[in-house]
């Protein structure tokens, strides 16, 4: 899911000077942040963050490649709790990661428009999707991600933050390029309603699989069934047995699985593996906040089955971005993919939506 | 390891009667063969088992593509258990393998001699390896893996159990083609002095890696370090840590792991691997008898390094068999390979035999 910034009649207005390109540019707006109070290492709470005001006082050297952009939208993703955890965690992946200092400004993906630059590549008032902050500008340095929107697509702007951004790339890459997946196979996708879910969904539709997922309401799966076409769909929350309700959707077992839930899920799931099934993993939200959740897969199975399992990362997708980007826009324009959107208002309800992300609340 | 047959006084002559290739051949003999008592659901112990002599009496028509083999080495494998558990087994994968009957002989791979053929391919006195048993003579149907071998090979017999069977097959295929490595890379193998763990730690060191691997007595790791070319081994029955022990003997982590040992093993050795780390896993000895003991690895590590976990079998390496006989045969006559082999003598040692290998009794 994600917000929007700036909506709300509080946000500050900058003061900057622009004489010319080639002087110094001076800045000073005041920024609203959401940071951390201190690591976060179990389930999050609306206790652990805090909403911060900054005075952004900055001068832009004509030689700098520094810029600053003014957030629209912002993404708000489970896999950032990583991110909160101290460096003593058990959980020692997060060290490869960039941790979030207490106090400081939150790293995330999404859509701003250019306020400072005087970068070539980057004029005032572009639009650009890239790393930007939980707040209502950034700062972002060169070699930080950050590209320029095509303004001739004219889809809403948080399009770019999500099915365009990298929840659509997470979606298209694990599925196509981790999974390879066939016509006819069958896919399973738990958190279906989910940024990422949603979306594998509709495109193994599109490939001719069979599709079944889970949702954590009855709402969210009748939305599944009606409106996403999904062959079959069951509410994890009312099932007793994880198990009986994969075998019911899939009578002939599964193929080909989008994991980002972890746990018991993943555990179940590989159980109901065909042979030569695929396992894509980018995440395992059920174990971010309880590690003691992991998956004990039955690894019999994997043997027997030649099953492959395979983590990814955004970052290992970029060779299929211009493809997913190209196919996207064009499932979109023809109406033949339905972005799901669950969007917050303003910088204040980011803790909130983060919190209830680990509790199933979001859709999409 | 495996199991030499027929090099007792104790076994019984066959009668045959092949007066031409056009009528029935008349074949009776004692077969002493290993069964299981019933169904085997936790450790195997020697009272699981019987020796039974049956009486062999067939009559093979000449169009009949049955063939009668007699029996020279069988392989005695730690993957067998899983054929020998009750079909009720919270091991499910079990269903997918031919599950052996109480009392009715047990297949293996083996190399055998032909006794009795009317097909045109295989000739009486021919040498043969494929899908044999636990005991002295083996009835093989039409379908049922067996290949003539060729005799200007000029290598021990046993090698085509081992070496150059199916340990050599999965330890090629599974270092070679699971794993795609590269010159350089660190390489990890447990149960380093068994059939697999030697051939892969050896290919290992042939294609330019760092190897090290684990095994059960100071003997076999100085055997591993001097005789075998590993930079690196350590006894796990006297590591009180594993993971400091993997952590000191891959101090720049592990790309590769071919794994046949599965639970804590691999756990850990996860847990040490480097990014896009690749482990292919074609047994979990130590889950065969225990599942409680299964692995529950950190898969936020698996997400965050991109590893990947394949599931193999024999089958799955067909297409680097002559590949692999050729390089392997290669290696064999150059001296750049070391076959090790356990061989116990007869059928009444198979028993024991198997159950030492859950103990790490045997090497190679």
Same mark, same amino acid.
């Given at each position: 899911?994600?917000?929007?910034?700036?909506?709300?009649?509080?946000?500050?207005?900058?003061?900057?000077?622009?004489?010319?390109?080639?002087?110094?540019?001076?800045?000073?707006?005041?920024?609203?942040?959401?940071?951390?109070? /201190?690591?976060?290492?179990?389930?999050?709470?609306?206790?652990? +963050?805090?909403? =911060?005001? &900054?005075?952004?006082?900055?001068?832009?050297?004509? &030689?700098?490649?520094?810029?600053?952009?003014?957030?629209? +939208?912002?993404?708000?993703?489970?896999?950032? @709790?990583?991110?909160?955890?101290?460096?003593?965690?058990?959980?020692?992946?997060?060290?490869?990661?960039?941790?979030?200092?207490?106090?400081?400004?939150?790293?995330?993906?999404?859509?701003?428009?250019? #306020?400072?630059?005087?970068?070539? %590549? +980057? =004029?005032?008032?572009?639009?650009?999707?890239?790393?930007?902050?939980?707040?209502?500008?950034? @700062?972002?340095?060169?070699?930080?991600?950050?590209?320029?929107? %095509?303004?001739?697509?004219?889809?809403?702007?948080? $399009?770019?933050? *999500?099915?365009?951004?990298?929840?659509? #790339?997470? /979606?298209?890459?694990?599925?196509? =390029?981790?999974?390879?997946?066939?016509?006819?196979?069958?896919? #399973?996708?738990?958190?279906?309603?989910?940024?990422?879910?949603?979306?594998? *969904?509709?495109?193994?539709?599109?490939?001719?699989? $069979?599709?079944?997922?889970?949702?954590?309401?009855?709402?969210?799966? !009748?939305?599944?069934?009606?409106?996403?076409?999904?062959?079959?769909? +069951?509410? $994890?929350?009312?099932?007793?047995?994880?198990?009986?309700?994969?075998?019911?959707?899939?009578?002939?077992?599964?193929?080909?699985?989008?994991?980002?839930? *972890?746990?018991?899920?993943?555990?179940?799931?590989?159980?109901?593996? !065909?042979?030569?099934?695929?396992?894509?993993?980018?995440?395992? @939200?059920?174990?971010?906040?309880?590690?003691?959740?992991?998956?004990?897969?039955?690894?019999? %199975?994997?043997?027997?089955?030649?099953?492959?399992?395979?983590?990814?990362?955004?970052?290992?997708?970029?060779?299929? $971005? /211009?493809?997913?980007?190209?196919?996207?826009?064009?499932?979109?324009?023809?109406?033949?993919? =339905?972005?799901?959107?669950?969007?917050?208002?303003?910088?204040?309800?980011?803790?909130?939506?983060? @919190?209830?992300?680990?509790?199933?609340?979001?859709? *999409?």
């Amino acid at each position: 899911m994600h917000v929007t910034l700036h909506s709300s009649a509080l946000f500050s207005s900058p003061f900057i000077i622009v004489p010319s390109q080639k002087v110094p540019t001076k800045m000073e707006v005041k920024n609203k942040y959401v940071a951390i109070k /201190a690591s976060i290492n179990g389930a999050p709470e609306e206790s652990d +963050f805090e909403i =911060k005001v &900054e005075n952004l006082s900055l001068i832009v050297e004509p &030689e700098s490649k520094v810029v600053v952009v003014k957030n629209l +939208f912002v993404s708000i993703d489970p896999y950032q @709790i990583n991110w909160m955890k101290s460096q003593s965690s058990s959980q020692t992946s997060i060290r490869y990661a960039n941790a979030i200092t207490p106090g400081e400004v939150i790293d995330t993906y999404g859509v701003g428009r250019m #306020l400072v630059s005087h970068r070539p %590549d +980057f =004029k005032k008032d572009d639009l650009e999707a890239g790393f930007l902050t939980w707040g209502e500008y950034s @700062i972002v340095k060169e070699g930080s991600l950050l590209n320029k929107l %095509d303004p001739s697509l004219a889809f809403p702007l948080s $399009y770019h933050v *999500g099915v365009l951004g990298f929840s659509g #790339l997470a /979606a298209y890459g694990g599925f196509f =390029k981790v999974c390879k997946p066939k016509p006819g196979e069958k896919v #399973l996708v738990f958190a279906a309603s989910g940024s990422i879910g949603h979306l594998v *969904g509709q495109y193994a539709k599109l490939l001719g699989c $069979y599709v079944a997922g889970s949702a954590g309401s009855q709402e969210k799966v !009748n939305f599944l069934k009606e409106k996403l076409g999904f062959d079959d769909a +069951f509410n $994890y929350k009312l099932e007793a047995n994880l198990k009986s309700a994969l075998k019911r959707c899939f009578p002939k077992g599964i193929d080909v699985y989008v994991d980002n839930v *972890g746990g018991k899920m993943l555990e179940t799931a590989l159980s109901n593996m !065909n042979s030569l099934g695929r396992v894509a993993i980018c995440g395992v @939200i059920s174990e971010y906040t309880n590690a003691s959740t992991r998956a004990s897969p039955e690894m019999l %199975d994997i043997v027997y089955k030649r099953i492959s399992i395979q983590g990814f990362l955004i970052a290992d997708l970029m060779t299929v $971005y /211009a493809d997913f980007l190209s196919k996207t826009v064009e499932y979109l324009h023809d109406g033949k993919l =339905k972005a799901i959107e669950d969007i917050s208002q303003g910088v204040e309800s980011i803790p909130s939506a983060f @919190i209830g992300m680990f509790n199933g609340d979001n859709i *999409g």
